[in-house]
């Protein structure tokens, strides 16, 4: 079947614009996960949904990002007045049944902040 | 201290070789683990989850060592196409990944 999509591939923003990432995860997949990959860097994880509940939201940077998933299926990641250093691939990743599982990563949205 | 470290290389080594990376982890709590394989500007593809009790698939070998708070990843018979770099995550109620190990497979 279908991996898990992200729109749009890139994004270039200016700085203080708003953006919205989309993130549709595997069919029947009930975790979702948001992550923040700087060059040369792992993957950083921002944000956790168990269907339409944020589990774990300790890794957003500040109160200018915001997720969400409201019917547990595709999640949004939102980030307000961005930043240059915002700037970041950000991957969403989905699992079948809980975070022990096997994550299944997006292509990824590269987003440049000018 | 990053909760997960590994050693970022890179690693270079000829085909045909054996070659092994290692990533220690700080969260003793940590009952997940997972090598990755990422591709320049792809996204992470799962290579194999690791289990207490070490698991392979083909030409690799995962370990996991509880005691000393690390994982490993052996490559056999190196090739060409494995030059990627490897991504090891653990965690408890999330993943965390180390920055990641380079490897170039040279003919």
């Known amino acids: 079947g279908a991996g898990v999509s992200q729109s749009p591939r890139y994004k270039v923003a200016k700085r203080g614009q708003d953006v919205a990432l989309r993130c549709d995860p595997i069919?029947?997949?009930?975790?979702l996960f948001w992550y923040q990959q700087a060059l040369g860097q792992g993957p950083e994880f921002l944000t956790y949904?168990?269907?339409?509940?944020?589990?774990?939201k300790s890794g957003l940077p500040s109160d200018r990002f915001f997720a969400e998933r409201p019917e547990g299926s595709v999640s949004t990641l939102k980030i307000q007045r961005t930043q240059q250093e915002d700037s970041a691939v950000y991957l969403c990743?989905?699992?079948?049944?809980?975070?022990?599982?096997?994550?299944?990563f997006g292509p990824g949205t590269r987003l440049t902040v000018l | 201290r990053k909760e997960v470290e590994q050693d970022p290389g890179p690693f270079n080594v000829p085909e045909g070789a054996t070659v092994a990376f290692n990533c220690t982890y700080s969260?003793?709590?940590?009952?997940?683990f997972f090598w990755y394989r990422q591709d320049c500007r792809k996204e992470p593809k799962l290579l194999m989850s690791?289990?207490?009790s070490g698991n392979e698939d083909g030409r690799f070998t995962a370990q996991l060592n509880r005691a000393s708070q690390y994982i490993s990843l052996l490559i056999r018979d190196s090739k060409l196409s494995d030059s990627a770099t490897y991504l090891c995550?653990?965690?408890?109620?999330?993943?965390?990944f180390g920055k990641g190990t380079m490897l170039l497979v040279s003919p």
């Open positions: 990743a989905s699992s079948f049944r809980d975070n022990y599982n096997e994550q299944f």
């Open positions: 069919s029947g997949h009930v975790s």
């Open positions: 949904f168990q269907n339409e509940a944020q589990l774990d």
């Open positions: 969260n003793s709590a940590s009952q997940s």
């Open positions: 690791v289990y207490s």
């Open positions: 995550g653990s965690g408890y109620s999330t993943l965390t």
